[in-house]
């Protein structure tokens, strides 16, 4: 059983920036892809990031193309988001997730529990 804990949301102007951050642990090494999403209130989950295993391959929704990057250190079984040019529609529940390279996808073998991520106008 695997079990993903995230960090870094908090409140940001617009413009500003974040690193989200997901340990995971137990089982680690039967992880393969590792991604991010979010929900906005009164909003369906949706896909934001992934990335593979080896860390050399990444999607991104096209919402966060070119202002969102992800990345994974395998050593210490963490994944990241650093979003950069925040915009007020970023604000969401940002969930931390795993599973085969469908990710992008939603096929999630394990969810983390979720941060915060507040952009005010």
């Known amino acids: 059983q695997v079990q993903l804990v995230e960090s870094g949301g908090g409140l940001v102007q617009a413009g500003g920036s974040l690193r989200l951050s997901c340990v995971a642990s137990g089982g680690t090494s039967t992880i393969s892809d590792m991604g991010w999403f979010r929900q906005a209130p009164g909003k369906h989950r949706e896909f934001v990031a992934a990335?593979?295993?080896?860390?050399?391959?990444?999607d991104y929704a096209d919402a966060v193309k070119g202002r969102f990057s992800i990345s994974r250190d395998n050593t210490k079984n963490t994944v990241y988001l650093r979003m950069n040019s925040l915009k007020p529609e970023d604000t969401a529940l940002y969930y931390c997730?795993?599973?085969?390279?469908?990710?992008?996808?939603?096929?999630?073998?394990?969810w983390g529990r979720g941060t915060q991520v507040t952009v005010s106008a």
């Open positions: 990335i593979r295993r080896s860390g050399g391959s990444s």
């Open positions: 997730a795993t599973g085969p390279p469908s990710l992008t996808a939603g096929m999630v073998d394990y």
